[in-house]
């Protein structure tokens, strides 16, 4: 079975196991970085405070669901793809284990999710996949080494950034990535110069061996962007949460574990209530068996509790249309 996979903050070493599983090229290319490599932050854009978005609470959150929403919300496909499930779900939880669940490459998809605000714009969660990787496209922002490892031949787009962009005829006003690994950021060099992208604090300072192999494709992906605006999740009351346009409409919840800065978004649309749980869940098996996400994570402990917390919001509220990181439900 051909498994390929890119472990995008994972330390060096199992970067390396991870490609073995690959195919020899993307391995002699990651063995050939080794000598060069030295622990690195994710990327080297500068980071500024968000100046959108309040600090709230999930009490407020509860509050804003009882309320129609007002945004127009739409789920779009962007790209489909495969990778390890072991990455995406922890094969070592006693449900996959009785379930009988093994490494597999596990098919999953690339979202963009578009938000139409009646007054504040419109405003993109993810980024989907840019032009560039389309397979005719002559030029790239990733690396040789990355490119091998996410073996990007398995990569189909369905609807370019490009694309979607193009029918909001009034401009995109910002991007709010759920965090800051690649297949997250590639879309992003589809939108303007300059376009506002925003993220949760400390994914873009997470230092490790992983990063030196992938920083330079993170930067060249987010070159449109030229800052990052952290979202300032404030307060020891967990999880923290922001109140994005300040009327409830839009709420960003710090969903740590698979990412520092992991962000989940809830949103108050006109068909209702939708959670966009970001890589805080990958899969829909992992979902409906509240079984966290795998070695793709870099705190599986934190994993576990914000998985809880979205979880146990749902319950809640089960109106809520739910949306994974990478599978439907
Ligand atoms: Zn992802």
Redesign the pocket.
Known sequence: MKIKTLKFAMPLVQLVQSVTLAKPAALAALVAMVPLLSACETSTLKTVPSKLGQASSMQQLRASLAAPGTVVFTKHLSANWQINLSGLLNLEHPKAIEAGLEERAEPIE?YLYSLQHPTKGTYFVDSGVSEKMLPNSDTSDLSYGVKMAMDTDALKVRKTTKSIASTFPDGINGVFLT?I?I??ILGVSDLPKGVAVYLGPGDVQLSNFANAAVQGTTDRLLANAKVLRQWGFEGSTKPQVIDIFGDGSVWAIHSPGHSPGTTAYVVNSTTGPHLLT??AS?TAWGWKHQVEPGT?SANIPQSVTSLNVLAELVKEFPQIHVHL??QSL
């Open positions: 690339i965090h690994h297949d997250h970001g890589d990958h793709f990181g990478h």
